[in-house]
């Protein structure tokens, strides 16, 4: 039987806010309840309160492009292209021109949503009409190509095609460049990037300095990372505590002298103490109600995430300390980082699918953690469970690049990583190869109708890769999130479950009905 497990946000005991003060983690749960009675209203406002239909009709009663920009501006931030669109009409219906703004804010709306080719088609109607997109259209542009690996070339380009224009790029359109060069693993073009925003005369900021920290440390330019840690320091550039964790990783991974590693440790703790002491200041002048409670969460992920490395990172130098350590990679296979660990990482765009099959039909009991993030869970499960072999299935780099740090400090051999799009991945895999697939809190959403990673494909997709006595978990903490996915089994039962297989690929005899108790 499939199990379908959903854990609320008011009964889990594994939610994300369990570390959230008494009185945040009430006014969450209170929150949630109303969100879980009133979904339509709820998702019809901003985060003030105002309902979409009065942005709307505020749209119609005025004739000031400025005021009808920053309504557009206002559906924009809310994520709701739709309701920007609408918006953006009236200006034309009252005779009004549309100027650069207008369209920027558009724009801004098109990525927000991650409507990459909405956001072309937008930027071709600027050129088209004649107006000269300045550094934050192009900025905003490129942060759509930022968003999706398949758009990464055309960023570069958009970068070239800018400074051709006339237009300079600035501190915020590099940051944007590099911040996708270090998701994706692009330590050559974040490298080339950076030569060449210095020799633009554009001084790294604080955002700047942490991202090409990170993009040398993950790639093959460590001792330029440790370099430029000592560099900021001198400048008095502040050092996020995630930055000086990387690095404190790999230098230990590549076989750094122990006392450079330490040192790497102390000004992470140093700085993390400083971070929080500045956070908790924030956060006792200002009560800004969802925006407040949501970066708290955030918080409170980070530094979990930190905690679990650094003790990885304490664990491996005890050991080496010691002289117990067993596992010694070498300083190459560090440095090569998991684009070279080609018999343990698969990746999406250069798939070996009889490689990864043959790994998958091992015999062995397989699980696997779709958007495995930074790998927490799943390393902690393979030390607890070191019969099964676990498959981590992760989209961006970074992340996957983190998990690959841990089970190398953890020298752990029975967890695997894929690096690709859940969504279309997922469709690659071998059928009924998998006794359990987890799903741990997915990115929450704000309406019913707003794109997710759990919705009805997937499922069906994960009842074709679950063996005939499999089980699919799912944890969120999103009541409206849990009510989507079960209207969705509810609907593949009513169906008669089960995903269309390829004729190659034998039937499966589950059904939704399997899965149905919660």
């Not at 600027?126 to 259209?137: A, G, L, Q, R, Y």
């Not at 996020?240 to 990387?246: A, G, H, N, Q």
């Not at 440790?265 to 109600?289: S, W, Y």
């Not at 895999?429 to 929450?444: I, K």
Request: proline share 3%; charged share 30%.
């Amino acid at each position: 039987m499939i199990r379908h497990l959903v854990q609320k946000m008011s009964f889990s005991t594994h939610s994300r806010d369990a570390g959230l003060p008494a009185q945040k983690r009430r006014k969450l749960n209170d929150d949630s309840s109303q969100r879980n009675d009133q979904p339509h209203r709820i998702q019809n406002t901003s985060s003030k309160g105002k309902p979409d239909s009065d942005v709307l009709d505020e749209a119609k009663k005025t004739n000031n492009l400025k005021r009808l920009n920053a309504l557009i501006n206002e559906a924009a931030k809310r994520k709701n292209h739709s309701l920007a669109k609408r918006v953006f009409d009236h200006i034309h219906q009252k005779s009004l021109t549309p100027d650069l703004f207008s369209y920027t804010c558009l724009l801004n709306s098109c990525v927000r949503s991650g409507l990459v080719q909405e956001a072309i088609e937008c930027f071709d109607k600027i050129i088209s009409d004649n107006i000269k997109p300045n550094e934050v259209t192009y900025t905003t542009l490129l942060r759509a190509f930022c968003s999706d690996e398949k758009y990464f070339d055309r960023a570069a380009n958009l970068l070239t095609s800018m400074r051709s224009n006339g237009v300079k790029p600035n501190d915020r359109t590099y940051a944007t460049y590099l911040r996708s060069c270090y998701r994706f693993g692009k330590t050559e073009e974040g490298d080339k990037a950076f030569k060449e925003m210095k020799a633009a005369g554009i001084k790294p900021n604080e955002s700047i300095t942490n991202l090409i920290i990170k993009i040398w440390a993950t790639g093959k330019y460590l001792d330029h990372a440790l370099n430029m840690i000592e560099n900021a320091e001198k400048a008095q550039v502040m050092l996020d505590p995630s930055t000086l964790l990387i690095c404190a990783s790999m230098a230990a991974l590549a076989g750094r002298k122990v006392k450079v590693v330490e040192t790497l440790i102390e000004k992470f703790d140093a700085c993390l103490k400083r971070q929080n002491a500045a956070n908790k200041t924030e956060n006792d002048d200002n009560d800004d109600g969802d925006a407040d409670d949501r970066k708290e969460r955030a918080l409170i992920a980070a530094k979990a995430e930190h905690e679990f490395e650094r003790k990885f990172v304490g664990d491996f130098l005890a050991s080496k300390k010691s002289g117990t350590l067993q596992h010694k990679p070498t300083m190459e296979e560090i440095l090569a980082g998991p684009r070279a660990a080609v018999d343990s990482v698969f990746f999406e765009s250069s798939l070996n699918s009889t490689k990864l099959t043959a790994v998958i039909d091992s015999k062995k009991v397989a699980k696997l953690e779709i958007c495995a993030g930074a790998g927490d869970w799943i390393v902690s499960k393979a030390v607890q469970e070191p019969e099964s072999i676990w498959f981590a299935l992760e989209i961006r780099y970074d992340r996957a690049h983190e998990i690959w740090r841990k089970l190398k400090m953890k020298g752990l051999s029975n967890v695997f990583i894929l690096i690709g799009d859940a969504k279309t991945f997922t469709t690659q895999l071998p059928l009924n190869s998998f006794d359990e697939v987890y799903t741990n809190f997915p990115e929450p959403i704000h309406t019913k109708e707003a794109p997710r990673l759990i919705d009805r494909a997937l499922i069906k997709t994960i009842l074709g890769l679950l063996k005939p006595s499999g089980h699919m978990y799912v944890a969120t903490d999103d009541s409206l999130y849990a009510e989507c996915i079960s209207e969705d089994l509810a609907k593949i039962h009513a169906e008669g479950g089960g995903s269309k297989k390829s004729s190659k690929q034998p039937p499966t005899n589950k059904k939704a009905s399997d899965f149905m108790s919660s």
